[in-house]
Nanobody
């Protein structure tokens, strides 16, 4: 069992930056890949990015490529999402999730955090 808790959300102006954290508890977290997803009001949850258990592989949605960076520190059981050059369309609730597979599909993720809200003002 893995428990995930996101933090770091808030209100930021367009062009600004935020760093989200996903803190995990439970055994074997370092063996899971971690994905970030987001859900804007009235829209479906969408894939943002993924990092493999070793950190050696990262994947990004086209909409965030070049602006967002995912990293992880397995010694701290934490995954980070650095978000730069934020746009109003990045406004959403952001979730981290853990999967034993390399995947961008939400239904492949077994464990989810509760989400953290990011609001980008224009």
């Amino acid at each position: 069992q893995v428990q995930l808790v996101e933090s770091g959300g808030g209100l930021v102006q367009a062009g600004g930056s935020l760093r989200l954290s996903c803190a995990a508890s439970g055994r074997s977290f370092s063996t899971y890949g971690v994905g970030w997803f987001r859900q804007a009001p009235g829209e479906e949850r969408e894939f943002v990015g993924y990092i493999s258990w070793s950190g050696g592989l990262t994947l990004y949605a086209d909409s965030v490529k070049g602006r967002f960076t995912i990293s992880r520190d397995n010694a701290k059981n934490t995954v980070y999402l650095q978000m730069n050059s934020l746009k109003s369309e990045d406004t959403a609730v952001y979730y981290c999730a853990a999967s034993g597979s390399t995947t961008t599909r939400a239904y492949d993720y077994s464990y989810w955090g509760q989400g953290t809200r990011v609001t980008v003002s224009s």
